[in-house]
């Protein structure tokens, strides 16, 4: 299991089974991206635009759909709240719930 990811934090956390993810965030709150170690964007939180959370691209060619859970406009506390379950369950990254301002 990753360690909890913080208000700020950029850099490489080991999600599940092993898996290597990095974590850039923009410094002020506002967005968070996670990239896969092959190098596939798997999740975005923007707190004026929207979340998109979907399979690597590794997976897709293999016949995988790419969304997995996205969200169209302005997010609120409680997508932020499904964000992080979300990103937990499906890559073992886990978050603190202040790790963004909404």
């Not at 965030?25 to 991206?33: A, K, M, T």
């Not at 190098?39 to 790419?66: I, Y």
């Not at 937990?88 to 202040?98: K, N, P, Q, V, Y």
Request: aromatic share 10%.
């Amino acid at each position: 299991m990753s360690e909890i990811i913080e208000y700020g934090f950029n850099g490489e956390v080991v999600g599940i089974d092993g898996r290597l993810f990095e974590v850039c965030s923009d410094g002020l709150g506002c967005r968070i991206w996670i990239n896969a170690d092959d190098g596939s964007a798997v999740a975005r939180f923007n707190t004026r635009t929207g979340v998109d959370v979907h399979n690597t691209v590794t997976d897709q060619l293999r016949g995988a759909h790419e969304c997995l859970w996205c969200t169209h406009g302005k997010p609120d506390r409680e997508t932020w709240n499904q964000f992080v379950v979300k990103i937990d369950e499906l890559f073992g990254i886990r978050f603190a719930i202040d790790a963004v301002k909404i």
